[in-house]
């Protein structure tokens, strides 16, 4: 009970960010330039768009498989469909609540134990994170002046140092320092001591193994890739609203809208994505009415996919559990006992 309260807190939270958001961006907004800005956009630029966003989306399912370690690694096939799953619950629920269905489907089908799965969640945001600050780094330099953008570097640099240290902290000491940084958690009401120590591990299960070079690296160089692509979807879909930007535009959006999204929000992060995307596109001149046009066309295209697709992989993974398509309790075993230690 106490959990589904906190749930639903955290729930409501988003809902009311998203909402702030989503009047910041619309606030003092034309509607008739807004209209204008919607009318003549290229919609077919949305395929190629969407096919480079597919290529991003699988190249991420790898990564997270890489993630897993051995003895619960499943299929490239698997890993994809709980990761669709996960972006069906993302776009219809708030408050990220798709990162959790992604690994109780992983759960399901693979055997993988919750607490390895959420850890390596846990190490993708701090990849994505690490890897979208490196970006905006390397492309401040040709980046128009923008008043914000010298306070956002600076934020970054802090942002990025300390993220970076809880990283080695994790991979190098283990749970200690994990424990340290959960222990306040426990003065508030309903959290426990044995629930911040459930945490801790949670957190470093997912980081240990960049103890391994090779993963880490076959990771890091995913993730970025990864970045890239959607970027490169971002800008195909600015050269349907002809704006005469180029490719570090459409970088500087992915990054102002992915950072921002770690905030808690609504579903799909509605609101927020708009808000960021107007911020982004500020820095080129882009009035407000064009920016929030192009903020509501590439959103659509990066979250109502994700239903029937997500919905197709969820029908399947149902189907797959009423055949019983999981390992047996012995091939988990013969999968453990071929893995290399990751320790």
Same mark, same amino acid.
């Given at each position: 009970?106490?959990?589904?309260?906190?749930?639903?807190?955290?729930?409501?939270?988003?809902?009311?960010?998203?909402?702030?958001? +989503?009047? $910041?961006?619309?606030?003092?907004?034309?509607?008739?330039?807004?209209?204008?800005?919607? !009318?003549?956009?290229?919609?077919?630029?949305?395929?190629? !768009?969407?096919?480079?966003?597919?290529?991003?989306?699988? $190249?991420?399912?790898?990564?997270?498989?890489?993630?897993? =370690?051995? @003895?619960?690694? *499943?299929?490239?096939?698997?890993?994809?469909?709980?990761? #669709?799953?996960?972006?069906?619950?993302?776009?219809?629920?708030?408050?990220?609540?798709?990162?959790?269905?992604?690994?109780?489907?992983?759960?399901?089908?693979?055997?993988?134990?919750?607490?390895?799965?959420?850890?390596?969640?846990?190490?993708?945001?701090? $990849?994505?994170? $690490? =890897?979208?600050?490196?970006?905006? /780094?390397?492309? @401040?330099?040709?980046? *128009?002046?923008?008043?914000?953008?010298?306070?956002?570097?600076?934020?970054?640099? #802090?942002?990025?140092?300390? #993220?970076?240290?809880?990283?080695?902290?994790?991979?190098?000491?283990?749970?200690?320092?994990?424990?340290?940084?959960?222990?306040?958690?426990?003065?508030?009401?309903?959290?426990?001591?044995?629930?911040?120590?459930?945490?801790?591990?949670?957190?470093?299960?997912? /980081?240990?193994? /960049?103890?391994?070079?090779?993963? @880490?690296?076959?990771?890091?160089?995913?993730?970025?890739?990864?970045?890239?692509?959607?970027a490169f979807s971002f800008w195909l879909v600015l050269l349907g609203f002809d704006l005469g930007l180029g490719f570090e535009a459409g970088l500087l959006i992915v990054v102002a809208t992915n950072l921002a999204m770690i905030l808690p929000s609504g579903p799909a992060a509605?609101?927020?994505?708009?808000?960021?995307?107007?911020?982004?596109? +500020?820095?080129?001149?882009?009035?407000?009415?064009?920016?929030?046009?192009?903020?509501?066309?590439?959103?659509?295209?990066?979250?109502? *996919? /994700?239903?029937?697709?997500?919905?197709?992989?969820?029908?399947?993974?149902?189907?797959?559990?009423?055949?019983?398509?999981?390992?047996?309790?012995?091939?988990?075993?013969?999968?453990?006992?071929?893995?290399? =230690?990751?320790?």
């Amino acid at each position: 009970m106490q959990w589904l309260t906190r749930r639903t807190a955290l729930m409501a939270v988003g809902l009311l960010v998203s909402l702030i958001f +989503a009047y $910041l961006a619309v606030r003092d907004v034309d509607l008739d330039a807004l209209a204008r800005g919607l !009318a003549r956009t290229n919609f077919w630029m949305l395929i190629p !768009a969407g096919l480079v966003l597919a290529v991003a989306v699988f $190249l991420r399912a790898v990564r997270w498989r890489i993630l897993l =370690s051995p @003895a619960y690694r *499943p299929s490239t096939r698997v890993v994809t469909s709980a990761l #669709l799953i996960g972006y069906l619950f993302n776009t219809i629920l708030p408050a990220r609540a798709g990162e959790a269905a992604r690994v109780v489907v992983l759960k399901q089908r693979a055997g993988t134990p919750r607490l390895e799965a959420a850890g390596t969640v846990a190490a993708e945001r701090a $990849l994505d994170v $690490l =890897s979208l600050l490196a970006l905006f /780094f390397i492309i @401040a330099p040709v980046l *128009p002046s923008a008043e914000w953008l010298p306070r956002a570097l600076a934020f970054g640099a #802090l942002l990025f140092g300390g #993220l970076t240290t809880l990283v080695v902290a994790f991979a190098v000491y283990g749970e200690r320092p994990a424990r340290l940084l959960l222990r306040p958690l426990t003065r508030l009401p309903g959290i426990s001591q044995e629930r911040t120590q459930a945490g801790a591990a949670n957190l470093v299960r997912g /980081f240990a193994l /960049f103890r391994r070079l090779g993963i @880490a690296v076959r990771a890091s160089l995913l993730t970025v890739l990864s970045w890239l692509l959607i970027a490169f979807s971002f800008w195909l879909v600015l050269l349907g609203f002809d704006l005469g930007l180029g490719f570090e535009a459409g970088l500087l959006i992915v990054v102002a809208t992915n950072l921002a999204m770690i905030l808690p929000s609504g579903p799909a992060a509605v609101g927020v994505f708009q808000a960021a995307t107007i911020i982004a596109l +500020a820095a080129f001149g882009v009035d407000r009415a064009t920016a929030l046009s192009y903020g509501i066309v590439v959103h659509a295209l990066n979250a109502l *996919p /994700f239903i029937p697709v997500g919905y197709a992989a969820l029908h399947y993974h149902a189907a797959a559990l009423r055949r019983g398509a999981r390992p047996t309790t012995e091939e988990a075993a013969s999968m453990r006992e071929r893995a290399p =230690s990751t320790r």
